[in-house]
């Protein structure tokens, strides 16, 4: 069974770059069909999807983050990333990986969440 695990930094201040780093296991991030996705969720808002890296690099994100949003892979960590450039307190959120393959139905499978607070 595939297993995320989120890693980063719980605080960080306004107009930096958030890096955070999913590594996973139990299946290579190559996978064909695989969908590697990054998803948070404000203090008292629903689920936000950021964006995705695919099976074979390709990346799609959000449209109103795309500008600050790079999400990238490195198959020989089996570890997708996810950078958002000049954060501001309302990136204030739990982030999560996760994965699911809509063509075969496999998964979703997520990560436990890691919180970032965006705070001077």
């Known amino acids: 069974q595939v297993q995320l695990q989120e890693s980063g930094p719980g605080l960080v201040k306004p107009s930096q770059t958030l890096s955070l780093t999913c590594t996973v296991s139990g299946g290579p991030i190559t996978t064909t069909n695989y969908y590697w996705s990054w998803i948070r969720q404000p203090p008292g808002k629903g689920l936000e999807w950021m964006g995705a890296i695919n099976y074979s690099g390709g990346a799609y994100y959000r449209p109103s983050l795309k500008s600050r949003t790079s999400i990238s892979r490195d198959p020989s960590k089996n570890q997708f990333t996810l950078q958002l450039s000049s954060v501001a307190p309302e990136d204030t959120a739990v982030y999560y990986c996760?994965?699911?393959?809509?063509?075969?139905?496999?998964?979703?499978?997520w990560g436990q969440g890691t919180q970032v607070t965006v705070s001077s």
């Open positions: 996760h994965t699911d393959s809509p063509d075969t139905g496999w998964g979703p499978y």
